[in-house]
T-cell receptor, first 114, second 113 residues
Framework: SAVISQKPSRDICQRGTSLTIQCQVD?????MFWYRQQPGQSLTLIAT?????????ESGFVIDKFPISRPNLTFSTLTVSNMSPEDSSIYLC???????????FGPGTRLLVL | KQEVTQIPAALSVPEGENLVLNCSFT??????LQWFRQDPGKGLTSLLL?????REQTSGRLNASLDKSSGRSTLYIAASQPGDSATYLC????????????FGAGTRLFVKA
């Protein structure tokens, strides 16, 4: 299993500012995923982050809005840039599956943009 | 395009009941299927993972079945308890040159004491 921590656990931000969310895993993993869960909704994949390469973004998400770093095999950051109230969501970091194994999630970061 | 649907969207049952949560997916070409639990405002906890070659998995009071050809999975919860109250999410993993997880919208379960 993998144990994942995220910082911050929650934040309240002003419109137009940016927030960087950190994700730390207790073991080395190839693939890390960032998801968004808007209020009352299910999870939507933002991007896949592999170490040493550019993140791969899903349709509707762009690097300028959600820049991602993956400096090593245990850590990643997601930045939510130029925030608006529509960005208010839970942001979740996840690892796996890279070979059919169980997918694990961090506790999430609850973001409220005023 | 793979889509995952969960029925019902919400369910309220008295303590002790056995219950079934349903999940359907549109494309049977899945790599595996996973059931998660999410408590309010929290992350996801993996409950059961079923490989595409398997038909069911069991863990304690939970049993998940998979019928890939018909695009269906069920999560059976025996002798429900108030502590089972949470949102249950079904997710299929597909391989399109890289693995991707597609989530259903979830079933919100409330077990009354």
């Amino acid at each position: 299993s993998a144990v994942i921590s995220q910082k911050p656990s929650r934040d309240i931000c002003q419109r137009g500012t940016s927030l960087t969310i950190q994700c730390q895993v207790d073991s080395q993993v190839t693939m890390m995923f960032w998801y968004r869960q808007q209020p009352g909704q299910s999870l939507t994949l933002i991007a896949t982050a592999n170490q040493g390469s550019e993140a791969t973004y899903e349709s509707g998400f762009v690097i300028d809005k959600f820049p991602i770093s993956r400096p090593n095999l245990t850590f990643s950051t997601l930045t939510v840039s130029n925030m608006s109230p529509e960005d208010s969501s839970i942001y979740l970091c996840s690892v796996g599956p890279s070979g059919g194994e169980t997918q694990y999630f961090g506790p999430g970061t609850r973001l409220l943009v005023l | 395009k793979q889509e995952v649907t969960q029925i019902p969207a919400a369910l309220s049952v008295p303590e002790g009941e056995n219950l079934v949560l349903n999940c359907s997916f549109t494309d049977s070409a899945i790599y595996n299927l996973q059931w998660f639990r999410q408590d309010p405002g929290k992350g996801l906890t993996s409950l059961l993972l079923i490989q595409s070659s398997q038909r069911e998995q069991t863990s304690g009071r939970l049993n998940a079945s998979l019928d890939k050809s018909s695009g269906r999975s069920t999560l059976y919860i025996a002798a429900s308890q108030p502590g089972d109250s949470a949102t249950y999410l079904c997710a299929v993993i597909i391989n399109t040159g890289g693995f991707k997880t597609i989530f259903g919208a979830g079933t919100r379960l409330f077990v009354k004491a």
